[in-house]
């Protein structure tokens, strides 16, 4: 009899062990691929956006890394996790993203994760091609607790799909003689940041209902720009490109 409890208890044992590795606390909110596709004669640029979910009672501290399942000679990616955009990259396995804390039993924002995709270096002509790019999120204190999105990006001759992110109460307008407009319903203390593709910030504004500004100080190329409210949450998040 004594057998048979020791039995009993370290199958117990076990099987309670094997629950905790196997817990899935990280999720993706919304479909797990996504696909857009971009004429290259109309932009240069491709951009998808998700939400990830955490559905413990903890908070969870992740980051995100990226395997690069096929991707034309030529063509690069850059993410923006939290409130970082990070630099723009051609490799094939990628984990250097900044850590990013999930609340408990929260979703992230559409805004707090995306995923840009490059069919030029600007400075070679754009290539039209396909990238297929696996993010996993994963909880940085638990590694096994994580969920993937797939991403695919095409770049063809003809047809294009548009992209931009902001609440419904923001308005971003982005013109070609370099001017940038937001118009807001509600007051706040909001505030305007612009990136390279590098991640560093090369201008920054603050507005409460309203902000225009003229860039052509800035060189030609692409820049990301984000918008967070006074709570530090997103109200806009997007590109420019600026012409000389």
Excluded: R
């Amino acid at each position: 009899m004594k057998k048979i409890y020791i039995i009993l208890s370290s199958l117990l044992v076990i099987f309670l062990f094997s629950g905790t590795i196997q817990a899935q606390n990280l999720y993706i909110s919304g479909e797990n691929e996504l696909s857009s596709s971009k004429d290259i004669n109309e932009d240069w640029e491709i951009i998808l956006y998700s939400s990830i979910g955490n559905q413990s009672s903890s908070d969870i501290t992740s980051k995100v890394k990226i395997h690069v399942e096929e991707m034309t000679t030529g063509h690069n990616y850059a993410i923006c996790w939290g409130i970082n955009c990070l630099p723009s990259t051609s490799d094939f396995d990628w984990d250097k993203s900044d850590e990013f804390v999930i609340n408990a039993n929260s979703i992230t924002s559409m805004g707090t994760f995306s995923a840009h995709y490059y069919c030029t270096d600007y400075v070679s002509d754009p290539i039209p091609g396909k990238g297929v790019l696996v993010f996993t999120f994963y909880n940085v204190n638990n590694p096994d607790d994580n969920c993937t999105l797939k991403g695919t990006f095409i770049f063809t001759d003809g047809g294009s799909v548009s992209e931009t992110y902001s609440i419904p109460s923001v308005n971003v307008n982005y013109t070609n003689d370099n001017i940038l407009s937001v118009s807001a319903e509600n007051s706040d203390n909001y505030q305007l940041s612009i990136f390279d593709l590098n991640g560093v910030q090369v201008a920054n504004a603050n507005f409460s209902t309203s902000y225009s500004g003229n860039f052509n100080n800035l060189q030609k190329g692409v820049y990301f720009y984000t918008i967070l409210d006074s709570q530090g949450k997103f109200a806009a998040k997007g590109k420019i490109l600026t012409e000389k």
